[in-house]
């Protein structure tokens, strides 16, 4: 049932107040008023006939970002306080199918404008410190992080990594919410059961994986970034990213980074990778597509980590 009384939960580092239902995250028992960020229901037909868009699908300026998802809803995302939901048909759009755009643009569009960088991968928690693989869709994010949870790390995030700067500019890791979302062919590779999942809609071979007890509630400093590439070749490889192109791995991989010119908030994202741009590890490792590699590949990071703890 996609409509409930207020909600109390806390996710993204913020503590939200809902009237739709949102069960991959952790509720919690505030007493107080006080909400970063009210979620409601709402009916946006009108307002979405009449407000300017930047294209069919979007319209986006300095204190508004709204999006329709056909046969889904409309999104509204205003101020970095409030998200409004208004489902295109209540009958027919299924629940989940409206949660993950609630779960993924609607709150990679509300840290924007909190001033909050979203990053498009995972981060997993690794010795006190956060680590973030970030990539292409498909390229591997996901089941290379959970290549970490079965070795015991903890994961702090899949699909938007809330990344923020202390006063001293040190990034930091706000953990997001306890789930993560693999494709069945990851599932099998690792040896899980599938048949107890819950398949992530229109994509009925990826499914939700709660991940409650492996899940860090502790914000952690971001040490290094990964960005994971697929290539035709049969070698896994390793190469640092330098100077000029760790600005452009940032932009690249910030998530809906076309948000950015359109909320003006460039020159923001510009002045927060130039701060945490160098004291960031970054490499990109080149993948092979015709095989699995997730416990290869966690191999290469945990040792290029220990490399780098020593140096």
Known sequence: MLEENNMKYKAFGLNLLSNILLPEINQINNKNDKFDIVIKLADLNEIWKEIDKTNEFFSINRNTIMFHIPEVAIYLIQDGKRIFVSPIDKLKVKDDHIRLYLLGSCMGAILMQRKILPLHGSAI?????AYAIVGDSGAGKSTTASAFLKRGYELISDDVIPVTLTSDNVPMVIPAYPQQKLWQESIDRFGMESS???PIVDRETKFAIPVQSQFTNETLPLAGIFELVKT???EVELQPII????FHTLFYHTYRNFFLKPAGLMEWHFNTCAAM??????FQIQRPDSRFTANELADLILSTIKKEVKV
């Open 196 to 198: 107890q999942l819950h």
């Open 277 to 282: 741009v160098n004291k960031v590890d970054i």
């Open 243 to 246: 100077n000029l192109q760790r």
């Open 125 to 129: 928690a690794i010795d006190g410190k």
């Open 232 to 234: 035709e070749g049969e």
